[in-house]
């Protein structure tokens, strides 16, 4: 079982609509978890660290069930611009480096 | 603008050159890493130092080395590129004392012909 899956997608939404990704982790020691934001040919940006009670910024929610282990981004109102790769990323204890999922390709179509 | 430099930006090699890609970051971070990701497919690990003075390999270090020449830089060497070396490369850092994420560089985009 790899250590952190999401669904490659892509997802195609018209503009206005919600739609929600989850990604799952394997380790239940993992500590951190974060949502980036990748644009084609260019670097992933952070988006969001997702806490325990969950997080909203704006349009965007991240949620944590660490019991089934997944986290959950949820984009209300789907604008072009949020056309992207979606990467979820989990800290674990001890590691140096953080891990990545392959991320899940959002397009929003007008 | 505080954050991760990265050059060259572009850059097309001919199998069996040797090159160096140069990362700087300048916001005093402790670690700092080199990824590959090829089109399609996730970030690869090539190599990290955790700190200022060690270095580990990562899930694909075969035809690279990599040197923590002091805590701001942290370059990675093809000594002899290969075709299968053609890909994007980005640097990142993170402050491990802290409970962040990576900030990346804008990439370094390699062919080698």
């Known amino acids: 079982r790899k250590e952190v899956e999401q669904d490659p997608g892509p997802f195609n939404v018209p503009e206005g609509a919600t739609v929600a990704f989850n990604c799952t982790y394997s380790?239940?020691?993992?500590?951190?978890f974060f949502w980036y934001r990748q644009d084609c040919r260019k670097e992933p940006k952070l988006l969001m660290s997702?806490?325990?009670s969950g997080n909203e910024d704006g349009r965007f929610t991240a949620q944590l069930n660490r019991a089934s282990q997944y986290i959950s981004l949820l984009i209300r109102d789907s604008k072009l611009s949020d056309s992207a790769t979606y990467l979820c990323?989990?800290?674990?204890?001890?590691?140096?480096?953080?891990?990545f999922g392959k991320g899940t390709m959002l397009l929003v179509s007008p | 603008n505080a954050g991760v430099t990265q050059t060259p930006k572009f850059q097309v090699l001919k199998t069996g050159q040797s090159m160096t890609l140069q990362c700087a970051q300048d916001m005093n971070h402790n670690s700092m890493y080199w990824y590959r990701q090829d089109p399609g497919m996730g970030l690869r690990l090539i190599y990290y130092?955790?700190?200022?003075?060690?270095?580990d390999k990562g899930e694909v270090p075969n035809g690279y080395n990599v040197s923590r020449l002091n805590k701001r830089e942290f370059s990675l060497r093809l000594e002899s590129a290969a075709p299968s070396q053609t890909s994007v490369y980005f640097c990142?850092?993170?402050?491990?004392?802290?409970?962040?994420?990576?900030?990346f560089g804008s990439g370094t985009r390699l062919t080698v012909v």
């Open positions: 990323v989990v800290n674990i204890p001890g590691y140096s480096t953080l891990t």
């Open positions: 990142a850092s993170r402050e491990t004392a802290v409970d962040y994420g990576y900030t």
């Open positions: 997702v806490y325990s």
């Open positions: 130092s955790a700190s200022e003075g060690t270095t």
């Open positions: 380790n239940s020691a993992s500590q951190s």
